[in-house]
């Protein structure tokens, strides 16, 4: 199975994590950077993976490398982009992106922002799916 398929399972987390933000006092109506998260275990996959991103229209973040609990290394960028939390643009997003990570063999890791809130309120809360760091 591959990772497109598995969209809808990212469908699901688009909406809680839109809901989850909203209901916490965000911003309906603002933009958010929205980072979404790539990894592989091999360097040169990954750059191939982030030079098809921007072609799709993001920014990349530079690689960086990182070490799991395991003592196996990853490395990882983010594919970032400004959006309002419509859950018909993220959804779009999501399915480009998997088909990059699928293309290129990567591992496509959700997606996370920041809490924007809605009056004075000083709190910023990031917000996202760190699932691949877990079960490795």
């Avoid at 809901?19 to 275990?41: C, K, M, N, R, W």
């Avoid at 924007?116 to 709190?123: A, G, S, V």
Wanted: contains cysteine; aromatic residues 12%; glycine residues 4%.
């Amino acid at each position: 199975m591959n990772q497109f398929d598995e969209r809808e399972e990212w469908y699901e987390f688009n909406q809680e994590t839109i809901d989850a933000l909203l209901e916490d006092g965000s911003q309906a109506d603002a933009d958010y950077t929205i980072e979404h998260h790539f990894a592989s275990t091999d360097f040169d996959v990954l750059e191939k993976a982030a030079v098809d991103v921007f072609k799709a229209g993001f920014e990349v973040t530079d690689a960086e490398e990182l070490m799991l609990d395991d003592g196996d290394t990853v490395f990882c960028f983010d594919a970032v982009v400004e959006r309002k939390l419509d859950i018909n643009l993220l959804n779009a997003d999501v399915d480009k992106l998997l088909k990059i990570a699928d293309k290129q063999d990567v591992t496509y890791d959700g997606w996370g922002t920041y809490f924007e809130p809605r009056e004075d309120n000083e709190t910023t809360n990031d917000v996202e799916d760190d699932s691949f760091y877990d079960e490795e």
